[in-house]
């Protein structure tokens, strides 16, 4: 197949999903009643399933059964915390316009899908700049070349009003991080101290995007899923990487991606830890979790990578990031970062607010330790130095703890009567060594404050959906009919099984209805269906993604036509991939279905 054949492929496969999608009702462009609004979704019936289902899986593997705890914060939140993270001044994307027909393109955007360079986001305005003028690209929606076009920081924040007027300025949430940190003072105490603890959060994230595309694969409003990991960096002991040392996943690291040749490495968790390709313990576990977590949702493993980022892409606080991405419509996407973001976070909202963001580390036994003080007397500073005598002492009492040997050599050299020089808001003041009242405590200390460190794991579920659909969606025939379905692991799948009578009579229907409601009270999701031919209501189910039909037939009612019908108070019940059947007593059902959804027992072996 030819490139331009293989292009052609792809546009088709994601033309038919989107379709697909619309039609049974997994997502929609959102009020399109009104035109529709672009970047903003509408999730349908199967697509809200769908989604919780990926989310209470999530919540399971990393919130659960990791022992961690969740919080739900609210989406908008005050301008301070916003400052303090940085995402005021350093949260923008490159915005070039056209000067022709005036639409705003993401300039980085222009560059990848017109030339071979893939990750241009990390290459500066600058160097951006100069390739649109060195490729004469041009605006993708009017033709006009784009050279010589200023490149624009844009921030992303969606700003907003808490309250009446414009005294109180607010930011709809970038990601759900934040709301986690800026609660990290009462969220310690809870874990009394104790680390590690890690804490997560499932829920709405807005930005301004430029230019969204591909569906949802970058738009305006969106879920994310992020662990928050708080960890001592001195504590050598780390994770447990018994459990997924032995996780086979292709590790795309910094050399392999700039050998001419490079291909991702197909190797253990264990390996790539041990070759110091993931330096950090704690991102490896993560990376592996994360591999059978992807693969347990319906990810093609083969279509699947962990990339890491190169020193352009990083942030300057993040000692090692890797990002897990999928191959979706002929390109690779990100569905998750994986941070080492040290104690970046933490800091800024200890060093911005007034909370204090140190957690206590108890030594194994006291140390005693000499300390510089100081105790200025104001009644002589007061009069030499007026108002500025209160920040000359806090002044003072930084020198003391930063350089103490000034206050030793003002002491020796001069019989005590020195001086010390400290500087407040660009002025120099010399003040008597004697007015400081420095001097030096034995102290004896237990343990210290510090700014824990944090492992951040950051999903986005929007794109792990979209994904999910795109990998598990099939074309075959079945009795020489073309068949659509998705094959949807059955425990993410938005309906469970579908429930059919063979036909709406003879007291069929009333049976399906009865068994499609025992079903539900055990807490399964059901669709009934009694509208047209039976194959017609199986397809219906199959590109839907229900895993395993029942068809309540004569043979359940006790009144069986002929032999092969099967035995009375009995039921069949169809798998979706291989449309093979099986008969199953009715009071046996919902248990047998429970633990076919769970993976405790295989259709083959019923």
Known sequence: MSEGEADGATDDRSADLTELAKRRGFFLQSAGAYGGVSGFYTFGPNGAGLKDNIEDSWRDRFTVREGNVEIDAPTIMPEPVFEASGHLDGFDDMLVECPSCGESHRADHVVEDNTDYEEAEGLGPDRVGEIIEEYELVCPTCGTGLAGQAIEDFNLMFETNIGPGSSSPGYLR???????????????EYARNQLPFGVTQIGRAYRNEISPRKSLLRVREFTQAELELFVDPEDGEGPDL??????????????????????????????????GLVADP?????????????????????????????????????????????EVDGDWIELAGFAYRSDYDLSKHDE???????????????????????????????????????????????????????????????????????????DAYDVPVGQTGFSVEEVTESGEHFLPHVVEPSLGIDRALYTVLDHCYREDEVDGEERTFLELPASVAPTTVGVFPLMDRDGLGEEAREVAADLRERGLSVAYDDSGAIGRRYRRQDEVGTPFCVTVDYATVGEARDDDEGEPGTVTVRERDTTAQKRIAVEDLAETLDALREGDVEFADL
């Open 174 to 188: 970038p990601e759900t991080a934040q709301g986690i940190f800026v609660e990290f003072p009462q969220l310690k």
């Open 242 to 275: 018994d459990s997924v040392v032995d996780v086979v996943a292709p590790f795309y690291g910094v050399d392999q991606q700039a050998a001419d040749d490079g291909d991702p490495l197909d190797i253990t968790v264990g390996e790539a830890h041990e070759r």
């Open 282 to 326: 704690w991102i490896a576990y993560y990376l592996g979790v994360a591999a059978e977590w992807y693969d347990s949702i319906g990810v093609d493993m083969d279509r699947f990578r962990f990339r890491q980022h190169q020193s352009g892409e990083r942030a300057h606080y993040a000692a090692d990031c890797w990002d897990a991405e999928a």
């Open 352 to 426: 911005y607010s007034d909370e204090d963001f140190t957690v206590f580390r108890q030594y194994d036994e006291p140390i005693t330790t000499e300390r510089p003080t100081v105790d200025p007397d104001m009644s002589s500073l007061g009069p030499a130095f007026g108002g500025a005598a209160g920040d000359i002492a806090d002044a003072l009492a930084d020198l003391a703890e930063e350089a103490p040997d000034a206050f030793r050599d003002a002491e020796s050299d001069t019989d005590g009567e020195g001086t010390v020089t400290v500087e407040v808001d660009g």
